[in-house]
């Protein structure tokens, strides 16, 4: 068996051993080890292969992003910044038809902004805006498929560990990354309220009304928010200006939104304890499975098999634009059995040479954060359908006595919103890089 047939044949294995539920990122590693065995075919070189991996995976500076985003979303949730958020949003829109929910999509976009995590941001807005939305009487079907959406805004405004992830496996510069986000994430949270003013003109009796806010409490409500505004401004305003990196940026976000915390009386020692040891936990996982994918892709890389696939595929003649949506759609259905982090990792390493060997009209750089932008979208996707979608059973665990049949008949017009933004912004790239363009 060539190294290349050997490489083709581990696909199937890492799934299968991930059907039995292997984690991911032991599966990857498995996988990796066992491969690259074959290929070199004695152990003191593997050996040698497996203690530079390790130390040169965990020794680049920029995944300690990482932990300081997860922090920060552990104390914004502790600080209460996610429920002055949905306050704020309720009090303004909340008498609208559908206004709730809409409240809910745009609280998440606001935490998104100072959390990193997708699963965090679902699971800290579902506590605050689940009660309100029943108290509103809207349906769980509606409510639970709100939130799932209104969660993956957390990946895809910056900042997103998804990013700093592909923007370590590509050389990419992660500002840049974050910056080109915005406007697709702008771009969702609209989709999203526009898909909650559709379905409650379709299903009346998914929703109630509620009573206008008078004016005042409407801005008292908007400035309890100032904790939130100061923050993101500060990381943003302070990696885009040049004052510090974005991992420096993520430190100050973290301090910041502890400071929150601590003065509206959310952070104790206890409590910050468990922020610590939360963190802690979740960045292991992340690094677990890092650490996987990365002897995994070294193995793939001594096989040959991510170029000989670039090369056949550019070969084959297709046109560019068939190729990226081949790609995309791979992304959809591998995102209904598998997570976001797992799904870079495993497939950039492969579909990127393929993409920056296609003419699409771009310079390098612009089309290597364009197609980040798409995947990150098309991964977020993943987190919101069936059977899989861990935001899917994130929400519908908070909301107790709401089949998980009702929410994946709720989220299915977000997925389409979704699909229709993927397909707009993969048509028109200068969306996606208009921000990018505008501040080089």
Known sequence: MTSIELAAWSFPVLLGLIFIRVPIGLAMALCGVVGAYFIYGSP????NQLKHA??????NYNLSVVPLFLLMGQFAALGGLSRSLFKAAEAWIGHWRG??????????????????????????????????LRRAGYSGALSTACLAAGGTLGILIPPSVVLVIYAILTEQNIAKLFLAAF???????????????????????????????????RWRALVNTWPVIVIFLAVVGGIYSGIFTPTEGAAVGA???????WLSGGLTFKSLRESVYGTAIATGMIFMIVLGAGLY???????????????????????????????????????????SLSMILLTIPIFFPMIMGLDFGLP????????????????????????????????????????????????APFVVSDLVRTAILAAFPAITLFALRLTS
């Open 44 to 47: 003191a070189p593997l050996l």
């Open 54 to 59: 390790t130390y040169t995976t965990f020794a």
């Open 99 to 132: 206004g709730v929910a809409m409240a809910a999509v745009g609280a998440c976009a606001g935490f998104g902004a100072i959390c990193g995590s997708s699963l965090a941001t679902a699971a800290t807005m579902g506590q605050v805006a689940l009660p309100e």
């Open 183 to 217: 406007i697709p994430g702008i771009l969702a949270a609209i989709g999203y309220i526009i898909v909650v003013s559709i379905y409650v003109r379709l299903k009346p009796d998914s929703a109630g009304r509620m009573e206008p806010v008078p004016m005042a409490e």
């Open 255 to 261: 301090f910041g939104t502890g400071l929150a915390a």
């Open 297 to 339: 892709n070294t193995f793939l890389a001594l096989s040959q098999l991510p170029q000989e696939l670039a090369q056949w595929v550019i070969g084959l003649g297709l046109s560019p634009w068939v190729v990226l949506t081949i790609i995309l759609v791979l992304y959809l259905l591998l995102g209904c059995v598998m997570d």
């Open 364 to 411: 390098p750089d612009e089309k290597a954060i364009w197609f980040g932008i798409l995947v990150l979208i098309v991964v977020e996707v993943g987190l919101i359908t069936p059977p899989v979608g861990m935001n899917l059973f994130v929400i519908n665990n908070l909301a107790r006595g709401v089949p998980i049949s009702h929410t994946y008949r709720g989220v």
